[in-house]
């Protein structure tokens, strides 16, 4: 009997290496980050990850493409890009797409400035269009990380409504017919806790993993973004999640470059209760720091990660 799609494309994966890592331990080899924020060119971002000694990289937009990113990128581009990737011996662990960043709608999002009625009338025909194009757009991103080699794709719960529990089953029913599309496909989907949607932290994390428990859905852990919203991410937020569900971690600058007390966290705890507790995918830095000191807040970030995980790393000069 021949391969069904969906094992094809599970068995090309495997065949790449991108099977879950067989080791605990949070060590160098599962340490990426994300390239636009790391370097102002593709040729930039691999550089970086050759300087640091990185197996992994995460994707979003284009280094220095304003306006281009790489999950609705067309096919010859994209592939391009992938081979540039294995060529430098690079593997995509996490595809950041802007899937369902938008107003559901029918609601009424939190607005952080007062809206005008035109801008409100502007957007909210953006957010129904993009909503109605939904399920092409996972496929068109779906297609974009098969293409890439990466088996997991990101995905957020709509801009935030002063009730998002109100709205917690309207959303849990997009994402489980998202949930099947992803499954057919052999990758998973992993929703993030992001400051303006309706999944923010730990527990609400924890809770829409419950009305969407399809195994094609998990998690990406954002935990400064916790912490932005008042939420202890650890070890209090931590202890809310389940944990085996949890497969990409994400590290922001501000959350271990010293000059940030406020906003630290302990890395050094959170890598032990991950490995503890049997995590066994990657961890990317999203430094997060804008303006014209971002690369070099990236290199300062990436030094404290590997400083940790990996205290006898010394960056070639």
Known sequence: MGLTRRQAILSAFAAAGLSADTSDRIGHDRIGAITDEIARSPEGAIGFAHQYGL????????????????????EAGLRE??????????????????LLKLGLPGTD?????????????????????????RTADLRKCIRSAQILGCRYVRVFSFSRVPEPAAVSNRVAEVLNDFARVAEAEGVMLLLENETSCNVSNCEELAAMMKLVPSKAVGINWDVLNGKDVGEDPFPGGYAKLPSARVHNVQVKGRSILPEYPEKNVDWRAIFAALARDGYRDQVGLETH????????????SMKAILKIVDPGFTVPS
Do not use: C
């Open 289 to 300: 720091i804008f303006g014209d000191g971002q690369v070099a807040a990236s290199h300062a």
């Open 109 to 133: 999002p939190i607005r952080r400035t007062p809206e005008e009625p035109d801008a409100r009338q502007k957007r909210t025909a953006g957010d129904r269009a993009r909503f109605d194009a």
């Open 81 to 98: 890009a992938a081979r540039q990737f294995t060529a430098a011996g690079l593997r995509i662990s996490f595809l950041n797409t802007n």
């Open 55 to 74: 197996k992994w990289l995460e994707l979003r937009d284009v280094p220095g493409v304003k306006g281009t990113n790489y999950f609705f990128m067309e």
